[in-house]
């Protein structure tokens, strides 16, 4: 309101605190004082302020009194120009209703009445409104809401971010009008001039064309071309703005009707019939995510869907009928999921099995937002819990529940929880994982420590020390169960080299996620030439896996017959207790591939004895100790010649 003007100097202005006692005060909200009570003279008014004015009749005291300023007021208070009410009069104004002083303002506009446009118009009379009539008090909810009446608001639930997306969507429903009466005009694609199949034998059309001549075709891709662009400056709004958007662009293509009177094939675009499920399933999603994400006062949140649920949804939208059914951040069920106190997510109402059951994208809004708050215990008791429609999107989201018990602290529990299937699932989450995310997870169990960012790729800068790391122990044994139980990962020499890099490094992490190598001492130099245990368990694991130990052995025995010299130089150095040594660990395997390979380095011996003066300090009853049937035949027959050979040297 502007400020008021200053009154009349003969009288005093008081504005009434409550309109219910305007039949007391002569049907208005102000009272008049006669400035005859008050003395003129401004010495003698000093000496009076401590004295006081009954009226005997009303009760009132003035212990005080100045000249009055006239505020800004209803047409129907003002106290210069008599008001005469009346229920819904609009033809002409009632009596002196059309006067005005300068602060008089119009009831249903709410500005000057000077400024009203509608004030003695004809049919609309603003001049005649008051606050106690129904029908102005509704012309008045409908000039503040405009559009928005059909949301059923409140004036003074109408704040700018709605009144904004009110502007929108009735500048929308303008354009759509225009739009959709050009779609029920259709369009005749064929008459009978047009008819030039290569078959027609006669003038005029031909049967098939006689058949179609004049057919309206109705295309919808215009209304769908405009209703896509309102959607997508919708998703650009603030979430009130973009909530009524949606919610009335809903209600007006729900509306739409298809005047074809059968089937047309026409495209996605253009079918009534399939451009409007597919509108409607951009505008529910969109209103899903803003129902979770948006901090909705709790009346306003109630008012979206149930204005959803009023829309008439033609057949073939039947689908989206309770897609706004989401529940409340303080629904009952939800919350004592969240709180640990059901980890079922099911519970018992009115003697029925009651489920927390949400679609995906209902999901994925609730995890965004308690991932962006830092909730995550009760995220992950929340993804343990919930059931959906789509299983396949809800296992990739449970997939992370290691990552989420991580940035909780709970790294132990991270651990277990890579190997457990969760509600009986097929396999766990460690068979789907990638060589980075395993690397990722050890270096978190290992320091305590977490990525800053939302996903494994953001791990350029760390938090460190959340939690208690794993104990090395146990680390070592997931880390082995989530080796054999992904085979990628057990294929994967970077994901072994990466748990011997974890295991050799210093559990403080820098802030940048690099590790710290461990300083040890250089082994002993018997220990690293003769290192066989490292050879023998590694070729172990590859009995098991016959084609990749055939490759193994192909290339080590080509790589010996290239460098042989190599090779002898190298035994010349190291002697003979190290050939001997390398001969028996290939013999000792009942596996002929390797024997082979144990043969092939005794020929290297024979054949080159003129540069092996060592030989004949091989320890040969060590080698004779490798008998039938331990060794193939032909395998068994090569030994006892290379024995023989050495014995006679």
């Known amino acids: 309101m502007g400020p008021g003007k200053e009154a009349n100097e003969e009288s005093v202005i008081l504005i009434s605190d409550d309109e219910t006692d305007a039949e007391t005060t002569l049907g208005n909200s102000v009272v008049v004082i006669d400035s005859s009570d008050i003395q003129e003279d401004k010495s003698d008014l000093e000496e009076k302020k401590s ?23 209803a047409r129907y208070d003002c106290m210069t120009h008599p008001f005469e009410r009346t229920e819904n009069e609009t033809c002409i104004p009632v009596k002196q209703n059309s006067d005005m002083c300068g602060q008089c303002y119009c009831y249903v506009c709410d500005k000057l009445a000077s400024e009203c446009q509608y004030w003695t118009t004809s049919s609309s009379c603003h001049c005649n409104a008051h606050n106690k009539s129904k029908f102005w008090k509704d012309q008045r909810n409908f000039t503040l809401t405009g559009v928005l009446i ?17 502007e929108l969507l009735f500048k929308f429903l303008r354009e759509l009008s225009i739009k959709y009466n050009n779609y029920l005009s259709g369009e005749i694609v064929l008459s009978l001039q047009d008819c030039v199949c290569p078959s027609k034998q006669t003038p005029g059309p031909c049967s098939v064309c006689s058949r179609l001549q004049n057919e309206v075709i109705y295309r919808y891709s215009d209304v769908f071309n405009l209703v896509s662009l309102f959607i997508n400056k919708a998703e650009k709004e603030k979430p009130k703005t973009a909530a009524i958007m949606l919610l009335g662009a809903a209600r007006e293509i729900a509306l739409h009707k298809d005047p074809a009177q059968s089937w047309q094939n026409l ?20 209103l899903q995510r803003m129902l979770v994400l948006s901090d909705f006062p709790k009346q306003l949140y109630e008012k979206f869907i149930s204005f959803f649920q009023t829309i008439p949804l033609p057949p073939y939208c039947f689908k989206f009928t309770n897609c706004l059914n989401i529940p409340s951040w303080d629904h009952r069920l939800l919350t004592t999921v ?15 099995k009651e489920f927390l059951w949400e679609v995906l994208n209902v999901v994925k809004a609730r995890t965004e937002k308690m991932e962006s708050m830092g909730r995550y215990k009760e995220l992950v008791r929340y993804l343990k819990a919930v059931k959906c429609n789509e ?13 989420f018990l991580c940035k909780s602290g709970d790294f132990t ?18 068979c789907r994982l990638i060589p980075l995310e395993f690397e990722c997870y050890l270096k978190m169990f290992w320091t305590g420590s977490v990525p800053s960012g939302k996903d494994f790729q953001d791990s350029d800068e760390w938090i460190l020390n959340v939690g208690s790391p794993v104990k090395c122990c146990t680390l070592i044994k997931q880390a082995l169960r989530v080796l054999y139980n992904n085979q990628s990962l057990y294929r ?4 072994w080299s990466t748990l011997i890099t974890i295991l050799g490094s210093s559990p403080i992490l820098e802030q940048n996620g690099l590790l710290t190598t461990l300083t040890l001492r250089e082994p002993p130099s018997s220990f690293r030439q003769k290192n066989f245990w490292a050879l023998k368990l590694f070729l172990e694991g590859l009995l098991y896996r016959m084609p990749v130990l055939h490759d193994v052995v192909s290339m ?9 010299n190599t090779l002898l130089k190298l035994w010349q150095t190291l002697g003979p207790d190290y050939v001997g040594e390398l001969l028996c660990l290939f013999l000792s395997f009942r596996n002929s591939q390797l024997q082979s390979v144990g043969i092939f380095l005794s020929h290297v011996v024979i054949e080159n004895l003129n540069q092996c003066p060592w030989a004949k300090s091989l320890d040969i009853f060590r080698l004779k100790a490798f008998k039938r049937p331990h060794l193939e035949t032909a395998n068994h027959l090569q030994l006892n010649k290379f024995v023989s050979i050495l014995e006679n040297l």
């Open 391 to 403: 299983g396949v999107g809800l296992r990739d989201l449970r997939d992370k529940i290691p990552f």
């Open 492 to 495: 994967n020499s970077r994901c």
């Open 413 to 430: 529990s991270a651990a277990y929880a890579l190997l457990l299937p969760i509600n009986n699932l097929a396999c766990c989450t460690a």
């Open 51 to 73: 004295e006081e004015i009954v009226d005997e009749e009303s009760g009132l005291v003035v212990t005080f009194c100045k000249k009055g300023m006239v505020m800004p007021h």
């Open 267 to 286: 495209g996605p675009s253009e079918s009534l019939k399939l451009a409007v499920p597919f509108l409607m399933s951009r505008i529910t999603k969109n």
């Open 150 to 166: 059909i949301f059923n608001l409140e004036p003074a639930e109408i704040d700018t971010d709605l009144r904004h997306g009110g």
């Open 556 to 564: 080590i025995t080509r790589d010996l017959n290239y460098q042989k």
């Open 338 to 352: 969240l709180k640990g106190q059901n980890i079922t997510g099911e519970q018992k109402k009115n003697g029925k």
